[in-house]
């Protein structure tokens, strides 16, 4: 029994072969059958509207901090709770790769700084963007208060400070999601441990070796300071990427699947947040670029082909954009490839 619905114009149908015992049910009780019809037409209607997590590949965070010798492997660690909490945004389809294995790759770690590289490496492994950064600083530290007639005590600082990077392999372009995050504690957040009480003069090196007693990212750890200033800079630069991501400020990446005078047609449509109005760049791949000194490829030249604006969203994935703009010695053709305009 094919049940037919019309959404937006699309008509979705779907087979189902009914046992004669609920089928007479449902001719009993056409209220029924209205019901289940209008319950699959919501659950498609939403599939469409769904946005498509974004493959992201995340190269482990590189350690430049002063935390070196400790117990915690942060750059590991701090790489997969931001690896973790990008996946619980839905808005990411997230895999991880060792900067040992990347570097190993591409030859070396140095080249790992190279944004063309790394934009070469992820389109390699199927991403759409690439993330990684640079550990800047992590760990604890204390200032002593005096105050007059009170006595005096130290107050414990912890931080993490991480400058992300976000490179889109499309257009091999990076941006900086630098964060700065710190926790104050006057007693070092260490009462969960036992202690320190009543302990003074504790050293950096001795709240450092107490707070290793906790297994990073668990339950107690987050609740000391430096579990909650690690906390800050992971979800702060989660939140800030998903915010550009929901606003769509993301550039829109797709091609001119077929055209006619004065017109093209693009795979985007209202389920990559289209709308009417936008402006896009199409362009193509022209020759290569290669380091003089090492003959490295470095890149392919990006050719402007036309501009054009988006006048109708056809479906989910279909629209139809005007052509307003040619450049020299082109002509918009079938695969051009398109970005959002910056003009």
């Known amino acids: 029994m094919p049940i037919l619905c019309d959404l937006k ?13 609920i ?30 997590a974004r493959k992201t590949m995340f190269v482990n965070l590189y350690n430049a901090s002063s935390y070196k010798t400790g117990v915690w492997n942060i750059s590991f660690e701090l790489t997969e709770l931001a690896v973790r909490e990008l996946i619980q945004t839905g808005l990411f389809d997230v895999f991880q790769q060792s900067r040992t294995k990347a570097a190993t790759y591409i030859e070396n770690e140095k080249m790992l700084e190279d944004i063309d590289t790394l934009a070469a490496y992820g389109k390699e492994n199927g991403a759409e963007i690439v993330i990684t950064g640079v550990i800047s600083k992590f760990g604890v530290n204390s200032t002593s208060i005096i105050t007059p007639g009170l006595g005096g005590w130290n107050l414990w600082n912890a931080f993490c400070d991480i400058d992300f990077r976000v490179i889109d392999v499309s257009t091999a372009k990076e941006k900086l999601y630098p964060v700065q995050s710190s926790a104050i504690e006057n007693e070092a957040g260490l009462t969960i441990l036992g202690g320190p009480g009543g302990i003074k003069d504790l050293s950096q090196e001795n709240v450092l ?18 579990g909650k200033a690690v906390t800050v800079c992971i979800k702060s630069f989660v939140s800030n990427l998903s915010t550009n991501h929901a606003q769509g400020q993301r550039a829109v990446f797709g091609k001119v699947v077929d055209f006619e005078p004065g017109f093209v047609f693009i795979n985007k449509g209202y389920q990559d947040n289209i709308k009417e109005g936008q402006k896009f760049l199409l362009y193509i791949y022209g020759d290569e670029v290669r380091d003089p000194d090492t003959g490295d490829i470095l890149g392919k030249k990006e050719i402007s082909v036309a501009e054009v604006r988006v006048v109708r969203i056809l479906a989910a994935r ?26």
Do not use: H, W
């Open 9 to 21: 114009g699309q008509k979705k149908i779907f087979k189902m072969k009914i046992k004669k015992p």
């Open 23 to 52: 089928l007479n049910l449902f001719l009993k009780t056409p209220e029924l059958s209205r019901y289940l019809i209008f319950f699959f037409c919501i659950v498609f209607l939403l599939a469409d509207y769904a946005t498509p």
């Open 209 to 226: 070796e107490q707070l290793e007693k906790l297994k990073f990212n668990s339950e107690l750890f987050n609740q000391t300071f430096l």
């Open 318 to 343: 279909f629209s139809k954009a005007e052509i307003t703009r040619t450049f020299p010695g082109q002509q918009a053709a079938v695969g051009n490839m398109l970005k959002l305009s910056t003009e």
